[in-house]
């Protein structure tokens, strides 16, 4: 079972590229997370998804955009990247209210862009 | 918007017992949740607490005060492997149920 899936795991950008960065889950979750961790920040929400074919902003969600065309996939778009994106980041998923409501983190995306 | 204040980091002999705190200030509280991160992996579960008291998990218990908006996680007996990264998140009603992460403790467990 592989639970939730990122890729890449790693990935260099010059300032003004673009990339996404796709997270995977197989547990048949209807929330969806894209958090951002950096040193003495903690994990910062960025963009999340209560269900396919939604979306919402986070507390960082500028410069970033998310699409959930399906319900196993959330996809993070960096349109320009920016130097201040250099961050580790991590999907996470979660099931319904009637479950505890525990988050299942993906192994994560280490992001530098130059 | 939801407050969550840690230590940052502490230091613990190998079976010894730490205790690690977490206050809050959030509106429509919704439970506390405990993570443990290993340095450069995933955060991962380690407890939930929605009502007041201990939950007792093992080697790990994690309290909860609603009424002082404050948390505990005690691991008791520790091992090298508990050098981690322990992180408090708390959950409201508005927004969708989503958590919100406090900075993390740093747990270092010295032989």
């Known amino acids: 079972n592989a639970g939730v899936t990122q890729t890449p795991k790693f990935r260099v950008l010059k300032t003004g590229q673009s990339m996404t960065l796709l997270c995977a889950q197989d547990?048949?979750?209807?929330?969806m997370y894209w958090y951002r961790q950096d040193p003495g920040m903690g994990l910062r929400l960025i963009h999340y998804?209560?269900?396919?074919?939604?979306?919402a902003k986070g507390e960082v969600p500028d410069g970033y955009n998310v699409s959930r065309l399906k319900k196993q996939n959330f996809l993070l778009g960096l349109e320009s990247a920016a130097p201040s994106q250099t961050s580790v980041y991590f999907c996470?998923?979660?099931?319904?209210?009637?479950?505890?409501?525990?988050?299942?983190f993906g192994e994560g995306s280490r992001l530098t862009v130059l | 918007g939801q407050n969550i204040d840690q230590p940052t980091e502490m230091t613990a002999t190998e079976g010894a017992i730490v205790q690690i705190n977490c206050t809050y200030q959030?509106?429509?509280?919704?439970?506390l949740f405990w993570y443990q991160q290993h340095a450069g992996e995933a955060p991962t579960f380690l407890s939930y607490?929605?009502?007041?008291g201990l939950e007792e998990k093992g080697r790990f218990s994690s309290f909860l005060s609603r009424s002082k908006g404050y948390s505990y996680l005690l691991l008791k007996e520790l091992q090298m492997k508990d050098s981690a990264s322990y992180l408090c998140?708390?959950?409201?009603?508005?927004?969708?149920?989503?958590?919100?992460f406090g900075k993390g403790n740093q747990v270092v467990v010295i032989p």
């Open positions: 996470a998923s979660r099931g319904g209210t009637r479950e505890t409501g525990e988050l299942f």
């Open positions: 547990m048949n979750h209807e929330y």
């Open positions: 998804s209560v269900g396919e074919g939604t979306t």
């Open positions: 959030t509106s429509g509280f919704n439970g």
């Open positions: 607490n929605v009502l007041d």
């Open positions: 998140a708390v959950r409201a009603y508005y927004g969708n149920n989503r958590l919100a």
